[in-house]
Each structure stands twice: as C-alpha cells, then as structure tokens.
C-alpha cells in the first residue's frame, strides 16, 4: 500500500516538472492591432538600385549627297525659216550692181539675254552661198582684216561704223548689218544692206525667230 503511493508521487512531481518546463517556454511577442482612426507610420520604399547606362556606340554617318547644279537650259532656234524669205527680199533691193563683194557681218546679240549667235551667223551665209547678185568676203579674208585692226577673228563687229571700216580694208562694196533684238525667247532678226563709200542704208528687213524647243 505504502509502495503504491509512493509510486503515484513519483509520477505526479514528474508530472509537475515537465508542466513547469513548457510553461517555462518563449511565447511569441503579441501583434498590436491598428487601431481605428490612428494614422500608422509609413513603411519606406525599398531603394533599387540603379543601373548605369552603358552610352551607345555612334553608328557610321551619313554623307549628303552632292547636289548637281541645273544645267541651264539651252536656247536653239529656227534661223534658216528666218533668214531665207529675208535674204530673198535684200538680193531683190534695187540699186545693187551685180557681181559687188559683200561683207557679212556677224549676227549681234541685242535681246534681253544669252544668245548664241554662231549658228544664226552660219544660216545667213547659207542663204547667202549660192546667190547670183554677190560675192562673199571669205571667212579667212575677214579674220586677216580683223587682226590688222587689232581684233579677235571671233570678234563681233558690234556697230555698224566698225563694220564699215573692216569693209573697207577688205575692199566690200557693201555690209551686211544683222542683229537678233527683243525677247530673248522670240527675238526679232533685223537686217540691214550699207553702202560701204557712204554708209547709206540701201536696204532693210526684219522677221521673228522661232525657238525649236
């Protein structure tokens, strides 16, 4: 009987022990509960860090293309259509002894801009090659009269008292005075015959020129 009850103690005071052990044990720190009406402090933002920007490489620069100037625009005309019906009418004009040496002067410019006059030179010699009332200071003979006086050979007479004179050294009964005036898009073609001992104009004409392009 005694036994018994001292084997019940034993086993009450472990008992009491290993209660008194867990109630021993850490418990874990109570969570505050917001509060109605309270403001709660601001969590901070986590900082990111940033990350360096690597700069980009320049990539092969472009060259502007060279820009072609406009070409300008070249003027060519109908100087035959022009110098034929004209030329026709001077071989009629009276007072002209056939067989006389004629000198032909060059076409001048008098419009109001570029002109080439070579090509307008080169229809009125052709009216003028085959005619049967004149004979044609020659190309050569005309240049050799211009050096003598000091002149370019493609030099243009200019003004009639020059072509005059040329006429005179090159022994020309008469001049041909021709220049191209007005427009310079539809130019007006004027011609003029001289007498080279008086510089009397025996003869006249004008006539539009038509531009072919």
């Keep these: 009987m005694i036994r018994g009850l001292h084997r019940y103690l034993a086993v009450t005071a472990v008992a009491l022990i290993l209660t008194g052990c867990i109630n ?16 709660q402090p601001a969590q901070p933002e986590p900082t990111v860090p940033t990350v360096p920007t690597v700069p980009t490489q320049p990539g092969p620069v472009e060259q502007p293309e060279p820009t072609i100037p406009a070409q300008p625009k070249v003027r060519t005309y109908d100087w035959n259509s022009s110098m034929q019906p ?28 570029s002109l080439q006059t070579s090509s307008a ?16 200071v020659s190309a050569q003979q005309l240049s050799m009269a211009k050096q003598q006086l000091g002149l370019s050979p493609q030099d243009s007479l200019g003004t009639r008292s020059k072509a005059i004179g040329i006429a005179r050294n ?8 021709t220049n191209a005036s007005g427009n310079v898009n ?26 072919t392009n």
């Design 170 to 177: 090159t022994g020309a009964q008469y001049v041909l005075y």
């Design 86 to 113: 004209m030329v026709s009418k001077m071989l009629q004009a009276e007072g002209v002894t056939p067989g006389s040496v004629l000198l032909v002067d060059s076409v001048n410019n008098r419009t109001n801009g």
């Design 121 to 136: 030179t080169e229809a009125l010699r052709g009216a003028l090659a085959n005619n049967n009332k004149f004979t044609l």
């Design 24 to 39: 021993r044990g850490e418990q874990p720190a109570p969570v505050e509960e917001a509060k109605p009406g309270v403001e």
């Design 186 to 211: 539809t130019p007006t073609l004027k011609m003029q015959l001289m007498l080279v001992q008086t510089g009397e104009i025996i003869w006249s004409g004008s006539g539009a020129v038509q531009q």
